[in-house]
């Protein structure tokens, strides 16, 4: 039978008390009293709007301009930080939720370490919180800044914005692709704020209109921001991933935010395969993508789950630069933060403490530092250097969070949690063996949980891949480092845990007690039949060590 100690139930509880969303429907922020207060509140939001039109739009410009930001703006000679609407609440143990009101700005208001960044119309997207099913991730009902960068000088950009859960915060990327013949194709759209418009517009001025937007996976943080971007380009043609799937209920497309129609509302054909349902089957008969001379592309999956759900994303190649883009299947990450993290680093520095109580710089280090344990947390869930904080102490201590520190976690963590701590640089060697060097790998959750019930169906895709696009010598993924350089051999090299047996084990890059949670989850899934069981053997070290050691 399966028992978990005193601590493992503490950070599981804090783990679902994150997760839960919140609702903002209830608590209204709090009056404006007076007309100096008024003024003030005007002489902001115009500031504020002025301040995000002057963001940089490329990666090299903004990396200047960050290196030398002050602690506070020149016109004002206060820290840049408006009114916080709310604080998000923590959930209760019968899942009922609420919001803290913040109080009004101070007249002085405290010195943080680093700046709350202003917020305002020009980076926000309101329907955030509905497009992706009420969870509460970052730059959902929070601001949501973009960072654009130029790839290939008059042929290809990458835009950046961030997502996350509690300060776990990674990259979540577009790439638009100019096309020979003029205009452009955009790879899995991101959140359209009035920001991403007016970097699409100027694009646009440039080297023609949006004219295809292509969904290469079934993956929600992709699908959310579809629609409502491709509404903003209602000339363009959609291209849809095979497999999409809801739950409880299938939805059609249109019901994401999709209104093309006809000929302009398409399913990225498969060889040898129909369209999956009615409206596809009928639009397949325009041909295939115009754009295929181009950008090619090889489709994987629908690997379906035995209850519900499946997975599916697809590789494009852009023949011209040679260039790969995928979505999840494949990431590189080092001890740098991408440009996007760095933005505001108030995230960074959160992870950086080792407990809730330490006081933390800005500095290069502390920022390395909170960015490997982001990505530790982001990949495996539950780290193994973290030491669980029993819950009333974790409360206790919330209380105790130094003022240089408390924007940290403003609008992302529930008043200023941190239930764990770590050991100084214990975990560095954990995240070394995680990211060995930027070199390419398949995400656990995918050779843990997913690809592993289907290990040759994933293979036969990558060999595909590499047969027809043998010169691929650099990749974009979706998430974590962007441009990467490869080969057709590290891309094939990153699907190694899938090749695993009992006469030839193979690597699954993090370590195996990091990986201990994941395990549990693949062992548990595959008992209650909403997976199936996995096909590869790994030896299964993260069942014999680690913290869920016993758990059998």
Not at 369 to 394: D, H, N
Not at 461 to 484: A, S, T, Y
């Amino acid at each position: 039978m399966m028992t978990f100690s005193t601590k493992q139930i503490s950070l599981l509880h804090w783990l679902l008390l994150l997760i839960i969303p919140s609702s903002e429907g209830f608590i209204s922020p709090p009056p404006l009293n007076s007309n100096s207060c008024q003024n003030q509140r005007v002489a902001r939001h115009a500031f504020r709007q002025n301040y995000d039109k002057t963001i940089v739009k490329d990666q090299d410009a903004w990396a200047s301009r960050i290196s030398t930001r002050p602690s506070t703006d020149a016109s004002t000679s206060q820290p840049l930080f408006g009114r916080r609407r709310a604080v998000k609440g923590m959930a209760g143990a019968i899942a009922s939720n609420f919001i803290l009101p913040t109080l009004p700005a101070l007249a002085s208001p405290p010195s943080y370490a680093v700046p709350t960044p202003v917020d305002s119309a020009f980076t926000s997207w309101p329907l955030g919180k509905v497009a992706f099913s009420l969870l509460p991730l970052a730059g959902t009902s929070t601001r949501r800044a973009t960072v654009q960068t130029t790839i290939i000088e008059d042929s290809m950009w990458t835009h950046d914005q961030i997502q996350g859960v509690v300060n776990v915060n990674v990259p979540v990327r577009q790439t638009v692709i100019r096309l020979k013949d003029g205009g452009l194709w955009v790879h899995n759209p991101v959140a359209p704020t009035p920001q991403v418009i007016e970097m699409m517009k100027e694009l646009e001025k440039k080297y023609g209109p949006v004219k295809h937007i292509v969904l290469g996976t079934v993956a929600l943080e992709h699908k959310a921001t579809f629609g409502p971007f491709c509404q903003k380009f209602p000339k363009a043609t959609v291209w849809i991933q095979p497999g999409q799937w809801a739950f409880p209920v299938d939805i059609p497309i249109d019901a994401l935010g999709v209104k093309q129609k006809g000929q302009r509302l398409r399913e990225l054909p498969v060889p040898g395969k129909p369209a999956t349902n009615s409206i596809f089957r009928t639009n397949s008969k325009y041909g295939p993508p115009e754009w295929q001379d181009e950008i090619d592309f090889e489709v994987l999956g629908p690997i379906t789950f035995q209850s519900v759900g499946a997975y599916s994303e697809t590789a494009f190649y852009h023949k011209a630069s040679k260039s790969l883009l995928v979505t999840d299947v494949v990431v590189g990450v080092d001890k740098n933060p991408p440009a996007i993290i760095q933005e505001d680093p108030r995230a960074l520095l959160f992870h950086a403490r080792d407990n809730i109580t330490e006081v933390v710089a800005d500095t290069p280090e502390n920022r390395e530092r909170g960015w490997r344990r982001m990505v530790q947390f982001g990949l495996v869930f539950f780290p193994s250097q973290i030491t669980v904080v029993p819950a009333g102490e974790a409360l206790k201590e919330a209380s105790q969070v130094d003022r240089s520190m408390k924007n940290l976690g403003d609008g992302a963590v529930p008043i200023n949690l941190y239930p764990w701590t770590w050991d100084g640089n214990s975990d560095e060697k954990n995240f070394q063996v995680i990211s060995n060097n930027g070199k390419l790998f398949c995400p656990p959750i995918l050779t843990k949980l997913i690809l592993d019930r289907e290990p040759q169906l994933t293979l036969d895709w990558v060999d595909r891949v590499c047969r027809r696009f043998p010169d691929m010598n650099r990749i974009i993924p979706c998430h974590l480092n962007n441009d990467i350089k490869m080969t057709a051999k590290d891309f094939s090299d990153a699907f190694d845990p899938l090749r695993s047996t009992p006469q030839n084990l193979k690597s699954q890059r993090p370590l195996a007690e990091d990986l201990a949670l994941l395990q549990k989850a693949s062992d548990l899934l595959t008992t209650l039949k909403v997976v199936g069981p996995s096909q590869v053997c790994d030896g299964e070290s993260a069942r014999i060590v680690g913290r869920f050691a016993s758990l059998r």
